[in-house]
Structure formats: C-alpha cells, structure tokens
C-alpha cells in the first residue's frame, strides 16, 4: 500500500528542496502505473481530448468527459494526489456554475484538486473555490483554453510586459489561495524569478529547469503521440513497441500458430 499523498505533503516536500513530479494520466492503467513509478501528483488533463478523444484541441472536452476519465484515474491510484482540470467554459459562465463543476470533481469522482487556467482576473473566483473548501492549482503563461484568442500556441513572457503580467497573475492567484501554479511556456529566466517571488510551488511545463517541479502528458513520456513538442521528452519508444507487438499477434492468427495449445481449454 502507498501512503495518500495530500496538498501537506506536497508542502512539505517542496519546502524540503525536493522537486516535484506531475504527471497526466487519462485511465486507471495510467494511474496505476505513475503510482508505482513514484510521481507525486496525477494531473487528469483536458489534453484528454487530444490524447485519447481524436479532438485536435482541448476546446471540445465536456465536464462528462472529465469526470469519467477523472473516476477511473481515482480507481486506479487510490492513494494519489488527482487534479482535475477544468474543461473549457464549466467555470468561466458564472461563479456559480464554476462551484457546481469543481464541487462534483471532489464529491463524484475523488479528485483533490481542481486546476484551471486563468490569470488575476480569475483572482476572485478562486478565493472563492478555495473559501469553500476546494484546493485549486493555478494556470499561468501560456494557456491552452485561450489558444484561439492567442493566434497559436506561443511562448509567454518574452517582452517585459508580458513577464510582469505573468509574475503578477502567478502573485495573484497565491493571494487567493491556490496551493501551487503551472507554469506553460514562459522563459526560464522568468520561471525562476516567479519561483524566487512565490510562495507556492511552481510547476513547470516547458519552462526550464527552475521550477519546483514538472509536469508532462504521459503520451509524450512514453512515446505514444505522433508530434513531440520541443519541452517533452521521449523516455520509451511505446508507440512503435506496441505496433510492432500488435502487428505479432495478428501475423500469429492468421497462419495459425495463436492460440497455441497452452492458451487452449481441455
């Protein structure tokens, strides 16, 4: 059995110098795995929908699809620490749908936290989740729900002004009571001057090494995506080992050697 990692422990490994690990993961296999392997906090992504939904952005995924994948991510690490991240336009309508979708992703599926992607001007509602109970990681930089209105998914805080914009929303939402934040895309050389500047983590995906930890899309990890963005790194070739296993069984049914008598019934 491993020990139920919570909000404390993550606390109490980041003021200990210890980076953090985040990883996503969309299944219970996935979950159970990153459990084993000793990642600290699960992120249930809305990259779901390029992941394993076909979408070719985020924009698409539904609250249902969240909670679905989110309850089957809780059954397959008991004891992780799962973020569900919030799809695009279940908080941004009201305060009060907000509420609704964030409470269902604790009391429905087991989630122990909610991400969502938004700068100071979402400053008020997450005091608000939090004032009810709800922990909240934050999103900063780059956030891919705005890509539309971005014109692309671009690197975040390059000019001055923009940098001050970020370190701001990253303050913003500390004051409000998120626990930690996400980093996306911005320099490194900003990514440690907001870690310097907060008091809660910082958790960083594509944004160097100053962080204090990392988050990634497993697909990306495990070399299942077609398309490696330059900030991910390929640790297994997956995607071509599961072919060509696949592409085995199927040879083996067709000229008759599987199933062999071992996988017969007498």
Known sequence: MLKKVTVSTLAKRRAAGEKLVMSTAYDAVEA????????????????????????????????????RHTAAVRRGAPEAFVVFDMPFMSYQESEALALH??????????????????????????????????????????MPQHVQVAGGYKVVGRDEDSAERVLADALAMQEAGAFAVVLECVPETLARRVTETVDIATIGIGSGRECSGQVQVICDLLGLSEFTPRHAKRYLEGGSLIAAAL????????????????????
């Open 32 to 67: 159970r795995l990153c459990a084993v392997a000793g990642i600290d906090f699960l992120l249930v992504g809305d990259s779901v929908g390029m992941t394993h939904l076909g979408y070719a952005s985020t924009l698409p995924v539904t609250m249902e699809d969240m909670l």
């Open 247 to 266: 592409k085995q069984y199927a040879d083996e049914v067709r000229e008759g050697s599987f199933p062999a008598p071992e996988n017969s019934f007498r």
């Open 101 to 142: 979708n964030a409470g269902l992703a604790l009391k429905t599926v087991g989630a122990d936290a909610v991400k969502l992607e938004g700068g100071a001007e979402c400053a008020p509602l997450v005091r608000r989740m939090t004032d009810a109970g709800i922990p909240v990681m934050a999103h900063v930089g780059l």
